[in-house]
């Protein structure tokens, strides 16, 4: 019955149709209640090594009970306190009557709640950069593959200067490697909250240890310590700054944007054929038109991209709207905003990974487009090639010009094939370079310099980003929806 039960409320989809399981437990009720019992632990072996009257005992007790939750008896709790950190300070109680006086001494709720969600934010970093580092990898070795293959760049999305399809995966590089250097000082610049009681002034550890200023600030450092964290910060009202969080949460939506971007560009390929993302030997790209194979990834990275960037909005305003040394109103917005944030971070870069390990490329169907507007993006190179041959510069101009608006009057108004080169053959003024036309149309002189820049790129960019990596590289993404 119980099972049939969780089918009568609503899920997110977030954790039950998407998630990475690492990611999920992150912001799990085990996770958050674990680690704030290990908080207390951390608090009571610090004021016991700085003189408080804690015994072994208690701090055994309570190390011996750190992970057996009794959830149903802390929801219980809940119901009558009203207080989530209350409930559990008497659900850890009862399961340690021995250092039930000493749980939470001179702490306020925010030293449980606070610290464990930089806990959070810091382990959900350490999940999601090695994940960006397998994409940004996998996209690297495509660019590599593919550095020196023509294909049409376009602007405005109309058919542009020819480029290499290495060289536009270098510019979702570019981005990603950015994000990537965004996270880890994020992650990096985050500190813990440490022992700061109810108004960030740690009276009440003043007034346990007597006035002894030194002793509690050493017993903020042992803490600190304790979580694995460099620093704390020196000042907070009631909680740490919420700027904390708007700094974390901006750095995952520019990687949203990044991500969009470079999903949106798959799709548009693939309308073209160049580019598909992976498609399984069973997989239905539309229950109506059995031929199709829909991008059906790159538009869930889309998808869940706008609501990474949506996030963003919570917050910015919940920080503007901190009065004072704190107001409760930031409380259920962030129980949202933080972990979805991060989960859905944690999706898309999942899912990203997939459609690059298995990236598609049509070499021939990248050839027909480029001879369709190749003709056209020559007329200059024809141009130079005619004056090096003794032809007068003007008189050359207006024959291709006449020329090119005769072969574009075939292609858009006849939706015939672009016969431009066919046009400059038969006219006997271009005589002179007809023998050099295929080496003038060779597509590999039109790319420019986009194989060396790709080389330079990979080389100095991106593989030095990748070298704390290198041991977490091997994971391969099979995705199971």
């Known amino acids: 019955m119980e099972a049939a039960d969780e089918f009568l409320k609503y899920r997110s989809p977030l954790v039950s149709r998407y998630a990475s399981k690492e990611m999920a437990y992150n912001f799990s009720d085990r996770k958050k209640f ?52 209350m409930a559990h300070v008497h659900t850890f109680a009862h399961c340690c009557p021995t250092a039930a006086p000493i749980i939470h001494l001179g702490a306020t709720s925010c030293y449980v709640g606070d610290n464990t969600d930089l806990i959070m934010l810091r382990d959900g970093f350490d999940i999601l950069l090695p994940k960006l580092a397998r994409v940004i990898d996998r996209l690297a070795n495509f660019a590599e593959k593919y550095a020196d293959l023509p294909t049409l760049g376009f602007t405005h999305y109309q058919p542009a200067q020819l480029t290499t399809v290495g060289k536009r995966a270098c510019l979702w590089l570019q981005d990603l490697a950015m994000d990537m250097r965004n996270l880890q000082r994020a992650r990096d610049d985050l500190r813990f909250r440490g022992v700061k009681g109810t108004t960030g002034t740690q009276a009440s550890f003043l007034q346990l240890f007597q006035g ?111 009065w004072l040394e704190r107001t409760l109103d930031d409380s259920a917005n962030r129980r949202i905003s933080l972990p979805e944030s991060f989960l859905t971070a944690d999706i898309i870069l999942t899912t990203l990974q997939n459609i690059t390990e298995g990236l598609v490329v049509y070499p021939k169907v990248i050839e027909r487009h480029i001879r369709h507007e190749l003709p056209f993006m020559a007329t200059e190179n024809i141009i130079m090639a005619m ?44 005589a002179p370079i007809l023998g050099k036309l295929d080496t003038i149309l060779d597509p590999k002189t039109f790319i420019g310099r986009a194989p060396q820049q790709v080389a330079r790129f990979l080389s100095e960019e991106i593989h030095p980003l990748l070298e704390p990596y290198k041991a977490k590289m091997d994971v391969k993404i099979e995705l199971e929806l």
């Open 34 to 85: 674990s680690t704030w019992r290990k908080l207390w632990i951390y608090l009571a072996k610090a004021e016991k090594a700085l003189g408080l009257p804690i015994t072994d005992a208690q701090i055994q007790e309570m190390e011996s009970h750190e992970k057996d939750i009794d959830f149903a008896m802390a929801a219980e709790e809940e119901r009558k306190l009203r207080h989530d950190v």
């Open 387 to 430: 004056v090096q041959a003794g032809g007068n510069r003007q008189d050359c101009h207006e024959k291709i010009r006449v020329l090119s608006q005769e072969a574009a009057a075939v292609v858009k108004q006849e939706g015939g094939d672009n016969d431009l080169l066919a046009r400059v053959q038969r006219d006997t003024y271009f």
């Open 212 to 322: 002894d200023h030194g002793k509690v600030e050493e017993l903020d450092r042992m803490v600190t310590e304790m979580a694995a964290f460099k620093k704390s910060y020196l000042v907070t009202g009631q909680t740490y700054s919420r700027k904390v969080d708007v700094d974390c949460l901006s750095t995952l939506a520019s990687l949203g944007a990044t991500v969009h971007k470079i999903c949106t560009d798959i799709r548009l390929l693939a309308n073209l054929k160049e580019i598909e993302e992976p498609f399984e030997k069973e997989q239905i790209g539309s229950s109506a038109m059995p031929y199709k194979r829909n991008p059906m990834r790159a538009e869930r990275c889309c998808s869940l991209a706008r609501h990474l960037l949506a996030l963003m909005a919570d917050p910015l305003q919940t920080a503007s709207v901190q």
